[in-house]
C-alpha cells in the first residue's frame, strides 16, 4: 500500500494526525451550521441561511490546516503548502486528463441517453453564457473558491495521506468517498441547495452520493502519480462542478455518467494496480517516501 503500516509505526506519527480526528472535526463543524440551517426553515439564498452553509462549507479546509500545524514541523506546514500552489508537480499529459476527463464524460453520457431517444443534456446556462460572455469570469471564480479549493484543503490535501498511512490506495479512496458523500447530507435539508433540488432518497439523490465514490477513486489516481499534488484535485474538483453546472444532464444521462465513472474507476484500479494506484514500471514506494509523517 501507498504507505505500509510497520513504516508508519516505526514513524510514531502523532495521535492528532489521525484521519479519524479529522473526520470528527470536518463533519462536526460543518454540521454544526448546516444542521441549524436546515432546521431553519430559511431558503439558501436568504442571508442567515446562506451565512450558516458557507460558514459550514470551511470544514474540511480548517480541520485539515488545523490537524497540520498542531501535528507536523516546518517541513510538514511547507509541504502542504507547496502540494496547493506548485503547477509543476503535474505532469504535461496529466493536465489533458484533468481538463478532459469531464467533458468527454458528460459527452458520452448525453450521447447514449440521445442514442435511446432523451434530450442528453440541457444548454440553459450555456445559452447564458453565451448572450454574457463576460459573466464566465464570477462564475469561474465562484465555482473555484465554493467548493474545489476548499474541499481538497481537507479530502485530498490532508485526509488522504493518512488514510494511504495505513491501508491501500483503493481501500482509502473507497472510505474517503462514503465520507465525503455523507458529509453533504444535511445540504439535502437546506430549501434552495443544489442538493435539496435533487430531493432527499430520490435517484438523482442516490447518483450524487454514490457518484462520489468512484470518483474518489480518480481523484487518488491522478494525486498519487502527480507527487501528491493538491493542486491536481482541486482542478478535477473544479472541472466536475463546472462542467456539471455548464452542461444539465436530464435523468437519465446522469445514470449513464455514473455508470461511466464507475467503469473508468475499474478500469483505472486493474491497470494502475489497487496497492498504489501507480503502475509497477515506476517506483512503488514512490510516493511512500513522499508522505510528511508527523514527529511522534
Not at 431517444?117 to 471564480?141: N, Y
Not at 447518483?207 to 491536481?232: A, C, D, G, H, V
Not at 514500471?281 to 514512490?286: E, T, V, Y
Request: hydrophobic share 50%; proline share 5%.
Amino acid at each position: 500500500m501507498v504507505a505500509c503500516k510497520n513504516q508508519e509505526n516505526s514513524m510514531h506519527p502523532s495521535k492528532r494526525s489521525t484521519p479519524w480526528i479529522f473526520f470528527a472535526l470536518t463533519y462536526g463543524w460543518s454540521w454544526a451550521f448546516w444542521i441549524p440551517a436546515a432546521l431553519s426553515g430559511k431558503d439558501a439564498t436568504t442571508f442567515l441561511a446562506l451565512l450558516l452553509r458557507y460558514f459550514g462549507g470551511v470544514g474540511p479546509p480548517l480541520a485539515g490546516i488545523t490537524l497540520t500545524y498542531f501535528a507536523q514541523d516546518r517541513e510538514g506546514w511547507r509541504d502542504y503548502w507547496r502540494r496547493v500552489i506548485e503547477f509543476k508537480r503535474i505532469g504535461i499529459r496529466w493536465y489533458t486528463v484533468i481538463l478532459l476527463i469531464v467533458p468527454l464524460m458528460t459527452f458520452f453520457s448525453a450521447f447514449f441517453d440521445v442514442l435511446f431517444g432523451g434530450m442528453g443534456v440541457q444548454l440553459e446556462a450555456t445559452a447564458r453564457f453565451i448572450d454574457q460572455p463576460l459573466a464566465i469570469l464570477p462564475f469561474v471564480i465562484f465555482t473555484l473558491i465554493f467548493g474545489p479549493l476548499p474541499e481538497e484543503l481537507g479530502w485530498r490535501g490532508y485526509a488522504l495521506d493518512r488514510l494511504q498511512m495505513r491501508w491501500s490506495a483503493l481501500a482509502s479512496s473507497l472510505g474517503l468517498g462514503v465520507a465525503w458523500a455523507v458529509w453533504h447530507t444535511p445540504l439535502f435539508f437546506i430549501k434552495g441547495t443544489y442538493q435539496n433540488n435533487l430531493g432527499f432518497g430520490s435517484l438523482s439523490f442516490w447518483i450524487f452520493m454514490m457518484e462520489l465514490i468512484p470518483l474518489s477513486i480518480l481523484y487518488t489516481w491522478i494525486y498519487n502519480n502527480n507527487q501528491r499534488s493538491t493542486l491536481s484535485a482541486v482542478l478535477l474538483h473544479f472541472m466536475v462542478n463546472f462542467i456539471g453546472e455548464l452542461f444539465e444532464l436530464t435523468k437519465r444521462a446522469e445514470l449513464y455518467q455514473f455508470l461511466l465513472w464507475v467503469a473508468a474507476a475499474i478500469v483505472v484500479t486493474l491497470i494502475w494496480e489497487p496497492e498504489t494506484l501507480i503502475r509497477k514500471k515506476k517506483n512503488p514506494h514512490r510516493v511512500t517516501s513522499e508522505i510528511t509523517r508527523e514527529p511522534g
